[in-house]
């Protein structure tokens, strides 16, 4: 696998901030990461943001719907959302937005906490490529790579996002 020249994240961190700002006007916002990428970005903007809620993190392995197709993955870690979710507007992050189908499962597992207000999706990378009808609120990159190519977050420190070519692939 090959991989291009990455993107510098902080300023990529620093849109996001900018973005999710009237939306952190409202009180008592909670702020929700998705394992793994998600979380290490929820990580820095919660911090960054100075948000009152304590952060939540999801893990959606119990919530994929292509478990034919790629197997449980092996490293399952317990969901945690430390606050109530009822009536709340959450902020769900993720880093790479693609199909859809990673936030759809993220969305199950806080609808099992609760039912919150209103969930913002904010996302380091939008890629396109849509299967299910989902739309990032706030991305800090559009990017629609070629045919064989993948981003990737990797970290948690340092984050470095990188453009890589798929194995087996053109």
């Known amino acids: 696998m090959s991989t291009k020249?990455?993107?510098d994240v902080e300023p990529l961190l620093d849109a996001m901030m900018r973005s999710l700002a009237p939306w952190c006007q409202e009180a008592e916002t909670g702020m929700i990461g998705i394992y793994?990428?998600?979380?290490?970005?929820a990580r820095r903007l919660h911090a960054a943001m100075g948000l009152d809620l304590p952060l939540g993190e999801?893990?959606?392995s119990f919530y994929r719907d292509d478990f034919s197709?790629?197997?449980?993955?092996?490293?399952v870690r317990a969901s945690h959302i430390p606050f109530d979710v009822d009536g709340r507007q959450i902020i769900l992050v993720d880093d790479v937005c693609y199909t859809g189908r990673t936030v759809r499962a993220a969305m199950n597992e806080i609808f099992d906490y609760g039912r919150p207000a209103r969930i913002i999706l904010a996302v380091l990378v939008d890629r396109g490529g849509r299967e299910l009808p989902i739309?990032?609120?706030v991305a800090a990159l559009r990017l629609t790579p070629?045919?064989?190519?993948?981003?990737?977050?990797?970290?948690?420190?340092p984050l470095c996002l990188e453009l890589r070519q798929v194995e087996g692939r053109p």
Do not use: N, R, S
Not at 36 to 41: D, K, P, R
Not at 69 to 75: A, C, K, T
């Open 135 to 137: 739309q990032p609120d």
């Open 36 to 41: 793994t990428g998600g979380a290490w970005i």
């Open 5 to 7: 020249p990455g993107w």
């Open 146 to 157: 070629v045919p064989g190519e993948a981003i990737k977050l990797t970290g948690p420190e």
């Open 58 to 60: 999801v893990d959606i």
């Open 69 to 75: 197709h790629i197997g449980l993955h092996p490293q």
